[in-house]
């Protein structure tokens, strides 16, 4: 049976748009909590889910997921976990935990996940970093030859502290150790000023500090016109454990972001040591027995840190 040349032509055009079409589909791995609880959320069904991964909870929260078992994922909840109940639709986002960094970070105070606090709006344009990365080998490294000039001159003349080099600053309580620390920022200012290509970046971490003590050196550091070369991170005492212990790296990948593109940078924790009570915290909640030695523990992650 032959076809006219009408239905011909439109048997022609429906075989021709059938083989043409296709649909994009976009398949997303979803989980549900099984409990929730103290910041910590089960999750089944994320099979394929990688460490240090952000999820996002149906509420919105988002989480990061450490602990990979073989029956549930432990997500580390960023925020309340008052809006998440059990049941409740887990999604993977696919990437790992990242933070904003570059020059439009400079003179604005974040949280540790990059979010500004400061009430000042959006960040301009800016790229992600990973906040866990590979530290640079030794190969790669150039020993320590130049001075950091902390304009001390008890420190400067007799602990100099090299560019690339660790220092702690170590004492009891209120000996003036933040002190050092902020004097150090300010005295860049006049530093600074002889040439652009000897800048030197500072990235302070306030971790586990009151909100008061974090608005009083916001205001110290803009008083004294330091905020242009600085940039804060903050994850106050009010915020939750996994904030606390995520501070550090957000703080080193945006002081990274300026030594990768030819540039210095110094970072200050202030301080570690309620980094240490926040991770043994979450440990604690995730089950983990082993990462609560923190002897041990706490050293191995210091090591990418600085």
């Not at 003036?176 to 006049?190: P, S, V, Y």
């Not at 530093?191 to 586990?208: H, M, P, Q, R």
Request: proline content about 3%; aromatic content about 6%; glycine content about 8%.
């Amino acid at each position: 049976m032959e076809l006219s040349p009408r239905a011909a032509e439109l048997t022609t055009l429906l075989e021709s748009r059938i083989s043409n079409f296709y649909t994009n589909f976009q398949v997303d791995e979803i989980g549900r909590v099984v409990s929730v609880g103290d910041g910590i959320a089960r999750v089944y069904g994320l099979n394929e889910i990688q460490a240090g991964e952000m999820v996002e909870f149906s509420s919105g929260v988002k989480g990061i997921a450490l602990n990979l078992e073989n029956e549930n994922v432990g997500i580390v909840v960023f925020g309340s976990d008052t809006a998440i109940k059990e049941g409740d639709l887990v999604k993977r986002t696919g990437s790992i935990v990242d933070v904003p960094a570059g020059k439009a970070m400079l003179g604005r105070v974040v949280d540790a996940l990059g979010v500004p606090i400061d009430g000042r709006g959006a960040l301009s344009a800016h790229e992600r970093r990973r906040v866990e990365v590979k530290a640079p080998g030794i190969i790669e490294r150039k020993s320590v030859h130049e001075p950091m000039q902390t304009g001390l001159k008890a420190v400067d003349s007799l602990v100099p502290i090299g560019r690339g080099q660790r220092e702690l600053i170590i004492g009891d309580r209120q000996t003036g150790k933040t002190a050092i620390a902020i004097d150090t920022i300010l005295n860049q200012k006049q530093l600074n000023s002889k040439a652009d290509s000897e800048t030197l970046y500072c990235v302070y971490v306030a971790i586990g500090q009151k909100r008061s003590t974090v608005a009083q050196l916001v205001q110290i550091l803009s008083e004294a016109n330091a905020l242009e070369y600085s940039i804060l991170v903050a994850a106050t005492a009010s915020d939750p454990a996994p904030l606390q212990f995520l501070a550090p790296y957000s703080g080193c990948a945006m002081g990274e972001y300026f030594r990768d593109n030819g540039m210095h940078a110094l970072i200050i924790y202030d301080d570690l040591s309620k980094q240490a009570v926040a991770y043994r915290q979450m440990s604690l909640l995730l089950r983990d027995h082993q990462v609560v030695r923190l002897s041990q523990e706490m050293f191995s992650i210091y090591i990418p840190v600085s």
